[in-house]
């Protein structure tokens, strides 16, 4: 099975700030990764597919890079609504897996 | 509007069985593979079970092998997950999701609670 590590798990950041999450893969995954973002007592929400396409309707202070194994979102400007959980998942092979999440927490 | 809503859920027994319903609209369902993924409470998210557009090909994490069933019908435009055997460690929100293959797993029900207890 392919393991997704996210680092950090936790992170503290403020409004405005630039933040970035990571996602390492225990194997190649192409560009296989997704990012979502969970908010507290909600669905997950696809919000990067296939490292770098913005899923439509979600800002474009989201971005996503990597290739192979090193992946990462970047948030460009944090805004009050961002603050949640994000998960990386590949489905480059299965059985599919996610990470197991970088909560951003206001600092 | 794509729109999925999970049923079924509830509180049993270990060993008992149990079935998930996930009713979808807002697109052509028999057009798209469908995914249930749980999500242990405070826990991280898990990909359980996955099927083809047709039904003729499903997947599942080996903890669920032998034990769950992933089904559908596309007359109905319903995914269901069929749950045998369970035990404490399948206690989760259960999310089904539908598939793009461009993207993977892309929109998301809102979810059902299943607790497995005595």
């Known amino acids: 099975d392919i393991q997704m590590t996210q680092s950090p798990s936790v992170l503290s950041a403020s409004v405005g700030d630039r933040v970035t999450l990571n996602c390492k893969a225990s194997?190649?995954?192409?560009?296989?990764l997704n990012w979502y973002q969970q908010k507290l007592g909600e669905a997950p929400k696809l919000l990067i597919y296939n490292t770098n396409n913005l899923q439509t309707g979600i800002p474009s202070r989201f971005s996503g890079s990597g290739s192979g194994t090193d992946f990462t979102l970047t948030i460009s400007s944090l805004q009050p609504e961002d603050f949640a959980t994000y998960f990386c998942?590949?489905?480059?092979?299965?059985?599919?897996?996610f990470g197991s999440g970088t909560k951003l927490e206001i600092k | 509007e794509v729109q999925l809503v999970e049923s079924g859920g509830g509180l049993v027994q270990p060993g008992r069985s149990l079935k998930l319903s996930c009713a979808a609209s807002?697109?052509?369902?028999?057009?798209?593979?469908m995914h249930w993924i749980r999500q242990a409470p405070t826990k991280g998210l898990e990909w359980v079970a996955s099927i083809s557009p047709s039904g003729g090909s499903t997947y599942y994490r080996d903890s669920v092998k032998g034990r769950f069933t992933i089904s559908r019908d596309n007359a109905k435009s319903t995914l269901y997950l069929q749950m045998d055997s369970l035990r404490s460690e399948d206690t989760a929100t259960y999310y089904c999701?539908?598939?793009?293959?461009?993207?993977?797993?892309?929109?998301w029900g809102q979810g059902v609670m299943v607790t497995v207890s005595s």
């Open positions: 194997q190649n995954i192409n560009k296989y």
């Open positions: 999701a539908t598939d793009r293959p461009t993207t993977g797993i892309h929109y």
């Open positions: 998942f590949q489905h480059n092979s299965w059985p599919l897996t």
């Open positions: 807002g697109f052509t369902f028999s057009n798209y593979g």
